[in-house]
């Protein structure tokens, strides 16, 4: 690793922990502002500790919807836990955005969506931000809601579907939009300020520096920045694999997943990768090929990045040269969900398709403790996981396919 990144990262670390907190309260700016919280994907925005083996706490099943199913994964911010619901059928079926209290897993609120969610929520200002609709719908919304209630505040149509996540900065609102490309909305009343189209973005967009960062998975492939405030290119990347996983940026780089398959299956000739360009030219930098797609968000550590992959492991490696550090099997099959980094930097937390949730030594891979959500009480064999694990409040939330949501709670956390 550079020195000039060792000092970037040391300087944000100070910044940040010079911030107040409390251990159900965000830190880092407002609420829970983009795809995997804060701006290093690491799936919790206080200092949640994870130490041990998680226990369960309260486990919720959305049992009156038809075939409920969580892809969505969790944002937490003030003792409340805000997620999308899917519902599964072989018609149009829609979707739900709900609100549940972190310790006790009682439902506070609901509000309806005209499609399945896939969008993972952001909040922020008292408002939560989310998209609806898989790859196969079309004249999709965001919907703005109010965090308090779920009221819809108001809604933005587009002509594609809304996988991607949010990211609220500034007074404003970036998402992609499928086939429609990227959107930018005032954040008070959902209008459009820009929209660049020509591309198809599922990614979940990343804003630092004054540059919105995203990617193409379908037709014309590549990375790509635009500027903030007017939605133009400030730098186009091709590349010969869709761009999936969310971006994470240290000092004058920025980091993409790369990988074709799907969170269902891997291409008949599987193939992934890591890619680092210059945050500022698009420059490549380095690249690290794996054995299967990167479908989440690479997420920073304090030395290292952290990659899950469809070959059922995850990746440590170097954010200035690329070296792999170690690899780690997961076990239960794929890894298309984001790892969780805690606070102390001393657990990740990994969960496999096949429904493992592995605790990992981000120093060396070494496995932790492992527990099959299966195995616990009301779940059954064969479920599977594409929601992240997130974290906030000394509490760790997922969810499953086949509809739970499950709330743990650790042994101590800050």
């Not at 590349?239 to 291409?267: C, K």
Request: hydrophobic share 40%.
């Amino acid at each position: 690793m550079s020195s000039q990144y060792a000092m970037n990262r040391q300087l944000f670390l100070i910044l940040i922990l010079s911030l107040p907190f409390s251990s159900s309260r965000a830190v880092l700016g407002d609420g829970w502002p983009s795809f995997r919280g804060g701006p290093f994907r690491d799936g919790r925005i206080d200092k949640t500790t994870a130490v041990g083996r998680p226990a369960l706490s309260w486990r919720k099943v959305n049992d009156e919807h038809v075939s409920p199913a969580y892809a969505s994964s969790p944002a937490i911010v003030d003792s409340r836990v805000f997620v999308g619901l899917a519902e599964q059928s072989d018609f149009s079926a829609p979707g739900r955005v709900l609100c549940f209290d972190l310790v006790t897993g009682r439902q506070v609120w609901e509000a309806e969506t005209r499609y399945p969610v896939f969008s993972s929520p952001s909040v922020s200002g008292g408002r939560v931000f989310v998209g609806e609709g898989f790859h196969q719908d079309s004249d999709c919304s965001l919907y703005a809601l109010d965090a308090k209630s779920g009221r819809k505040l108001w809604s933005f149509t587009t002509g594609s579907h809304l996988e991607s996540s949010p990211q609220v900065a500034g007074g404003r609102v970036f998402f992609g939009a499928g086939d429609d490309g990227v959107y930018c909305l005032g954040v008070r009343d959902g209008r459009e300020l820009w929209h660049q189209g020509g591309l198809h973005v599922d990614i979940s967009p990343l804003l630092s520096g004054g540059l919105l960062y995203a990617g193409s998975g379908y037709g014309k492939l590549e990375a790509f920045a635009l500027r903030g405030e007017s939605g133009k290119f400030a730098w186009r990347r091709p590349v010969d694999l869709p761009v999936w996983g969310a971006p994470v940026r240290l000092g004058n780089r920025i980091y993409y997943g790369l990988g074709n398959g799907n969170f269902t299956e891997s291409a008949r000739k599987p193939a992934g990768a890591v890619l680092c360009l210059s945050a500022t030219t698009g420059e490549k930098v380095w690249r690290r090929n794996l054995p299967d797609g990167v479908l989440g968000a690479v997420v920073a550590g304090r030395t290292a990045l952290f990659a899950g992959c469809r070959d059922g492991k995850v990746y440590s490696i170097s954010p200035g040269s690329g070296e792999i550090l170690w690899s780690a099997a997961c076990g239960g099959g794929a890894v298309v969900s984001s790892p969780l980094l805690d606070f102390a930097g001393s657990s990740l937390l990994v969960a496999s398709t096949g429904g493992i949730l592995q605790g990992l030594s981000p120093s060396s891979g070494r496995s932790l403790w492992s527990l099959s959500l299966a195995k616990l009480p009301g779940e059954e064999e064969g479920l599977q996981v594409y929601s992240s694990p997130s974290a906030g409040g000394g509490r760790l939330v997922l969810g499953t396919m086949s509809g739970s949501l499950l709330g743990f709670s650790f042994s101590s956390s800050d």
